[in-house]
Nanobody, 118 residues
Framework: QVQLVESGGGLVQPGGSLRLSCAAS????????MGWYRQAPASDERELVA????????ITAQPVKGRFTISRDSDRNTVYLQMNSLKPEDTAVYYC???????????WGQGTQVTVSS
Protein backbone atom coordinates (compact mmCIF):
# COMPACT_ATOMS: atom_id res chain seq x y z
CA GLN A 1 0.00 0.00 0.00
CA VAL A 2 1.41 3.36 -1.03
CA GLN A 3 1.47 6.01 1.69
CA LEU A 4 1.46 9.76 1.18
CA VAL A 5 2.44 11.88 4.17
CA GLU A 6 1.58 15.57 3.98
CA SER A 7 2.90 18.41 6.08
CA GLY A 8 3.14 22.18 6.09
CA GLY A 9 -0.42 23.37 6.56
CA GLY A 10 -1.46 25.95 9.10
CA LEU A 11 -2.89 29.40 9.73
CA VAL A 12 -1.53 32.34 7.75
CA GLN A 13 -2.58 35.93 7.18
CA PRO A 14 -3.75 37.11 3.76
CA GLY A 15 -0.76 37.81 1.55
CA GLY A 16 1.37 35.28 3.40
CA SER A 17 3.07 32.10 2.22
CA LEU A 18 3.12 28.42 3.09
CA ARG A 19 4.85 25.41 1.62
CA LEU A 20 3.18 22.02 1.63
CA SER A 21 5.14 18.79 1.35
CA CYS A 22 3.99 15.32 0.33
CA ALA A 23 6.35 12.40 0.84
CA ALA A 24 5.55 9.18 -1.01
CA SER A 25 6.54 5.70 0.16
CA UNK A 26 7.52 4.71 -3.39
CA UNK A 27 9.83 6.10 -6.02
CA UNK A 28 8.08 8.95 -7.80
CA UNK A 29 10.10 8.36 -10.93
CA UNK A 30 7.91 5.31 -11.64
CA UNK A 31 4.52 7.00 -11.38
CA UNK A 32 2.26 8.81 -13.82
CA UNK A 33 1.89 12.02 -11.88
CA MET A 34 1.39 13.55 -8.42
CA GLY A 35 -0.49 16.60 -7.43
CA TRP A 36 -2.56 18.60 -5.00
CA TYR A 37 -6.30 18.98 -4.72
CA ARG A 38 -8.25 21.03 -2.22
CA GLN A 39 -11.68 20.92 -0.65
CA ALA A 40 -13.11 24.18 0.63
CA PRO A 41 -15.36 24.41 3.71
CA ALA A 42 -18.94 23.36 3.03
CA SER A 43 -17.96 21.99 -0.39
CA ASP A 44 -18.50 18.39 -1.43
CA GLU A 45 -15.93 18.48 -4.19
CA ARG A 46 -12.18 18.43 -4.39
CA GLU A 47 -10.77 20.78 -7.00
CA LEU A 48 -7.48 20.44 -8.79
CA VAL A 49 -4.75 22.79 -7.63
CA ALA A 50 -1.64 21.57 -9.45
CA UNK A 51 -0.03 18.42 -10.80
CA UNK A 52 3.42 17.39 -11.96
CA UNK A 53 4.46 14.33 -13.95
CA UNK A 54 7.39 12.02 -13.28
CA UNK A 55 9.44 13.82 -15.93
CA UNK A 56 8.27 17.40 -15.37
CA UNK A 57 5.31 19.11 -16.97
CA UNK A 58 3.67 21.04 -14.11
CA ILE A 59 0.07 22.07 -14.53
CA THR A 60 -1.44 24.78 -12.32
CA ALA A 61 -5.14 25.58 -12.06
CA GLN A 62 -6.25 29.05 -13.12
CA PRO A 63 -7.37 30.27 -9.64
CA VAL A 64 -3.84 29.82 -8.28
CA LYS A 65 -1.76 30.42 -11.40
CA GLY A 66 1.06 32.86 -10.72
CA ARG A 67 0.76 32.37 -6.95
CA PHE A 68 1.29 28.64 -6.40
CA THR A 69 4.18 26.54 -7.69
CA ILE A 70 4.43 22.76 -7.69
CA SER A 71 7.80 21.06 -7.72
CA ARG A 72 9.31 17.68 -6.95
CA ASP A 73 12.46 16.19 -5.43
CA SER A 74 12.83 12.71 -6.91
CA ASP A 75 15.68 11.83 -4.54
CA ARG A 76 13.35 12.40 -1.59
CA ASN A 77 10.21 11.09 -3.36
CA THR A 78 8.57 14.34 -2.32
CA VAL A 79 6.34 16.86 -4.06
CA TYR A 80 6.00 20.43 -2.82
CA LEU A 81 3.41 23.14 -3.23
CA GLN A 82 4.75 26.63 -2.63
CA MET A 83 1.82 28.95 -1.98
CA ASN A 84 2.41 32.71 -2.10
CA SER A 85 0.07 35.69 -1.91
CA LEU A 86 -2.49 33.57 -0.11
CA LYS A 87 -6.11 34.72 -0.07
CA PRO A 88 -8.99 33.84 2.26
CA GLU A 89 -10.57 31.87 -0.58
CA ASP A 90 -7.55 29.56 -0.55
CA THR A 91 -8.76 28.24 2.80
CA ALA A 92 -9.32 24.50 2.39
CA VAL A 93 -8.08 21.05 3.24
CA TYR A 94 -5.29 20.27 0.79
CA TYR A 95 -4.86 16.67 -0.33
CA CYS A 96 -1.88 15.07 -1.97
CA UNK A 97 -2.69 12.70 -4.83
CA UNK A 98 -0.67 10.08 -6.68
CA UNK A 99 -1.63 8.38 -9.94
CA UNK A 100 0.31 5.27 -10.80
CA UNK A 101 0.88 3.81 -14.22
CA UNK A 102 -1.57 0.91 -13.87
CA UNK A 103 -5.34 1.43 -14.30
CA UNK A 104 -7.04 2.25 -11.02
CA UNK A 105 -3.78 2.88 -9.24
CA UNK A 106 -4.37 6.06 -7.27
CA UNK A 107 -3.78 7.17 -3.72
CA TRP A 108 -4.70 10.10 -1.49
CA GLY A 109 -3.00 11.64 1.49
CA GLN A 110 -4.82 12.32 4.73
CA GLY A 111 -5.17 16.05 4.03
CA THR A 112 -3.67 19.12 5.66
CA GLN A 113 -5.63 22.20 6.69
CA VAL A 114 -4.71 25.59 5.27
CA THR A 115 -6.49 28.58 6.78
CA VAL A 116 -5.98 32.10 5.45
CA SER A 117 -7.39 34.65 7.85
CA SER A 118 -6.49 37.88 9.60
Amino acid sequence: QVQLVESGGGLVQPGGSLRLSCAASISITSINYMGWYRQAPASDERELVATITAVGGPITAQPVKGRFTISRDSDRNTVYLQMNSLKPEDTAVYYCYLRGRRPGEEYWGQGTQVTVSS
